[in-house]
């Protein structure tokens, strides 16, 4: 099987590249941060707080996370509901930082994780893929852009969808969740010794699926 591990900071359009590379090349595009979102939003609606550690490692047993794949595209399934669509919220962003730090989550998380790249060729997308995850991965990219940029893009993403976005509140998020992730004592976000590490401040999204799936068709050979 070959793998790819995408790592990197939230908004680095990790999941846009991952699976529009992972449509040229035939191969399956898991997001990962979709698992640790579907916890936070149980813990939400069971009224659990996302910080309290106890609560949430006993919370789990409660929790059963799938992934269906309809058409190539991965949709999450938290006991028994899609919820693809709820865990895209702003407030789920931010709890699923919260829970993403507890070391029971991210046990839990990673078995199911690794069982998807035993039988098929994955582009696996997250914060830990390349130094915890799949270490073993074929090819790993590190990809980020500065906060700036990656603020700038989801504010014009929420614009697309009619909404009213507030860039320096986003910027602020954004800078906020980079600390979360990767100051955690747990599998921080940081590159693999032996990732290839991808700014794309300066390219847009046509530029930086080219690159990328370059850089997967030649490793291929
Ligand atoms: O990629 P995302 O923004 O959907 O991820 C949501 C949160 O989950 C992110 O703030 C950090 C956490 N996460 C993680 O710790 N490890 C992963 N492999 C993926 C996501």
Not at 121 to 149: C, E, H, W, Y
Not at 205 to 219: A, D, H, M
Request: proline residues 4%; contains cysteine; glycine residues 6%.
């Amino acid at each position: 099987m070959f793998s790819v591990a995408i790592d990197g900071p939230a908004g680095a359009g990790k999941s846009t590249i991952a699976k529009a590379a992972a449509k040229e090349l035939g191969f399956i595009y898991v997001d990962t941060g979709a698992l640790y979102r579907s916890i936070a939003l149980a813990c939400i609606e069971m009224s659990i707080p996302v910080d309290d550690v106890s609560a949430v490692s006993a919370a789990l047993e409660k929790i059963s996370i799938e992934l269906a794949f309809v058409d190539g595209t991965q949709r999450v399934i938290l006991n028994g509901k899609d919820v693809s669509d709820e865990i895209r919220t702003e407030k789920v962003s931010m709890s699923a930082s919260t829970v993403s730090g507890i070391p029971q989550v991210r046990a839990y998380l990673l078995e199911l994780q690794r069982s998807f790249a035993k039988t098929q060729n994955v582009i696996m997308d997250g914060r830990d893929i390349g130094t915890v995850v799949l270490p073993d991965a074929q090819v790993k990219i590190f990809l980020t852009a500065s906060a700036q940029a990656r603020a700038q893009r989801r504010t014009l993403q929420l614009e697309q969808k009619g909404e009213k976005p507030d860039y320096e509140k986003i910027l602020e998020d954004i800078i906020k969740r980079d600390h979360n992730d990767s100051s955690r004592k747990i599998a921080p976000l940081r590159p693999a010794e032996d990732s290839i590490i991808v700014d794309t401040t300066e390219l847009d999204p046509e530029q930086s699926v080219n690159r990328i799936t370059e850089l997967i068709k030649g490793r291929m050979k």
